[in-house]
């Protein structure tokens, strides 16, 4: 049985920082393309980063501010998130899935965490 849970989540004041984890059990961490979603109260779950064994991808407001990394032999996930802003308040989702759509959408990922809220007070 997948399981990937993911943890670091919390309150934090405007320009601050956080590091998201995601613990994956239950596959073969390493084969698996990583991606962090994000969804906010009334909107879409939006893409954040993804990272393949080979390549990295970032959201365009994420750029220069959140940094994705993996542990393959921790079978865990990193989201260093910095310079944090009140619109980087949502839900955040560890995926995992198989395509080659590291950007998504969501439906391209076949595993998913139960998220992790982040809120970023101004």
């Known amino acids: 049985q997948v399981q990937l849970v993911e943890s670091g989540g919390g309150l934090v004041q405007a320009g601050g920082s956080l590091r998201l984890s995601c613990a994956a059990s239950?596959?073969?961490?390493?084969?698996?393309?990583m991606g962090w979603f994000r969804q906010a109260p009334g909107k879409e779950r939006e893409f954040v980063v993804g990272?393949?064994?080979?390549?990295?991808l970032y959201g365009d407001s994420e750029k220069g501010r959140f940094t994705i990394s993996r542990d393959n032999a921790k079978s865990t996930v990193y989201l260093q998130m910095n310079s944090l802003k009140p619109e980087d308040t949502a839900v955040y989702y560890c995926?995992?899935?198989?395509?080659?759509?590291?950007?998504?959408?969501?439906?391209?990922?076949?595993?998913w965490g139960q998220g992790t809220q982040v809120t970023v007070s101004s």
């Open positions: 995926a995992a899935g198989f395509s080659r759509s590291l950007t998504g959408p969501p439906s391209k990922y076949d595993y």
């Open positions: 239950g596959l073969a961490f390493s084969s698996f393309n």
């Open positions: 990272v393949s064994r080979s390549n990295t």
